[in-house]
């Protein structure tokens, strides 16, 4: 089969022909027909993050936003058809036994294996699975459509949830980017008043269509004022990798608020003891969702609420989609399709 290869840290993807991964006791087989290219994946392949570096399987096929059909089972996988329409998490298996799977916190798991990480993942034509956490998609869904809800989508909307916001609050999202957009659109769809805040026009208008109020563009005019001219923002949720982000964002929340931490500097992110007790201000973080957050937010999705913006790309672009998301230069989410020249 054909992979996008990342054969060190540092150096760009190569197309390369692989064996067809052979699935066992509980494993499925899929073909990929599409595979969302997420912001991890640069960090990653440039060996950023020291946490994963560690645990990184090296050569690896990166991808993690996974939607495609099965096409083999091996044993013990019952339930599942040939042609099943399914997709793959982040979180490609937790153990199911430690006290984090056992209390609904499986995304803290010790032992858990990463798609795209630990295992090959989905920058190629097949990309084996465990049947125990692959997400059925729903029909009325497109497979390049649900892909980046794999990791984007989920990891917001186990975000937003976990900020604990309601309807008639003020969501303030810094960095409109493949995260950004779609917390805009899960918010909407919750009753959420929602600020954007990003120095791209493009992206701006892109979250004036996924439903914002407000459109900030912090080169134009202080967030932090423009917020408070309209009673601050009970939860502020940065998507931009951006350590500037973090110090305009802490400002703008309320007093009694939450700031969401999502996107990752590899710097330390600034925060004020002060504010933060005057305020009496929360900072919590979410790492992707677990797999019932990922049944809640593909339910949501199905029900037409939330569209990914995409754009497809074939397999041997994957280097190329890395590049431009690292000049900033991709608007929504780019999709690979690999079973497409
Ligand atoms: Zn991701
Ligand atoms: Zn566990």
Known sequence: MRAAVLSNFGVPLQLAELPVPEPGPGELLIQVRACGVCHSDLHLAEGDWDLLKRITKMPLVLG????????????????????????VPWLH???????????????????????????????????????????????????????????AGLTVYKALKSSGIRAGETLA????????????????????????????????????????????????????KALRSVGGAHVAMVCSGAKSAYETAFPCVRKGGTLVVVGMPADPIPVSAVTLVAGELRIIASAVGTR?????????????????????????NAADALDRMKRGEITGRVVLTPDRE
């Open 93 to 151: 298996w937790t153990c199911g036994k430690c006290e984090y799977c056992v209390s609904g916190r499986e995304t803290l798991c010790g032992e858990q294996a990463i798609t795209g990480v630990t295992v090959d993942g989905g920058y190629a034509e097949y990309v084996k699975a465990k049947a125990s956490h692959v997400a059925r998609v729903p029909d009325n869904l497109s497979l390049e459509e649900a892909a980046p809800l794999f990791c």
């Open 292 to 316: 019932a957050d990922l049944a809640e937010l593909l339910e949501l999705a199905s029900r037409g609420g939330i569209r990914c913006r995409y754009e497809t790309q074939p397999l041997a």
């Open 173 to 224: 999202v810094f960095g409109i980017g493949g995260l950004g957009h779609l917390a805009v659109q899960i918010a909407v769809a919750q009753g959420v008043r929602v600020a954007a805040i990003d120095i791209a026009p493009a992206k701006l208008e892109l979250a004036k269509e996924c439903g914002a109020t407000w459109l900030i563009d912090p080169a134009k005019e202080q967030p932090r």
């Open 64 to 87: 993690h936003e996974i939607t495609g059909v099965v096409a083999a089972m091996g044993p013990d996988t019952d339930g599942f058809s040939l042609g099943d329409r399914v997709g």
